[in-house]
Nanobody
Framework: QVQPVESGGGLVQAGGSLRLSCAASGRTLSRFRMGWFRQAPGKEREFVAAISWNGGNTYYADFVKGRFTISRDNAKNTVYLQMNSLKPEDTAVYHC?????????????????WGQGTQVTVSS
């Protein structure tokens, strides 16, 4: 079992930046593909970004390309999501997830372990 724990959310003005972190106690995250998803009120959970176990491959939703960057530091057992040029429509709860079997990286059902999420609110 892996329990991801997100941090770094908060309130920011449009155009600002935040860096989310995802860590796990106990078991290492280094063998998992990791993903970030978000869910806004009244909307379905949607894919944001994913990264392979060694950081060699990254995947992004079209709406964050050029603004968000996913990265990982396996020595620190942590995955990051750097979010720049934030927009009010980026407001959501952001969840970190771990994929054991390297299935389709953009599909939520590929991921086995989920964090509780961290709230990101972008004001206009």
């Amino acid at each position: 079992q892996v329990q991801p724990v997100e941090s770094g959310g908060g309130l920011v003005q449009a155009g600002g930046s935040l860096r989310l972190s995802c860590a796990a106690s106990g078991r290492t995250l280094s063998r998992f593909r990791m993903g970030w998803f978000r869910q806004a009120p009244g909307k379905e959970r949607e894919f944001v970004a994913a990264i392979s176990w060694n950081g060699g491959n990254t995947y992004y939703a079209d709406f964050v390309k050029g603004r968000f960057t996913i990265s990982r530091d396996n020595a620190k057992n942590t995955v990051y999501l750097q979010m720049n040029s934030l927009k009010p429509e980026d407001t959501a709860v952001y969840h970190c997830a771990a994929d054991r079997l390297n299935l389709a990286p953009t599909l939520a059902r590929s991921y086995d372990y989920w964090g509780q999420g961290t709230q990101v609110t972008v004001s206009s």
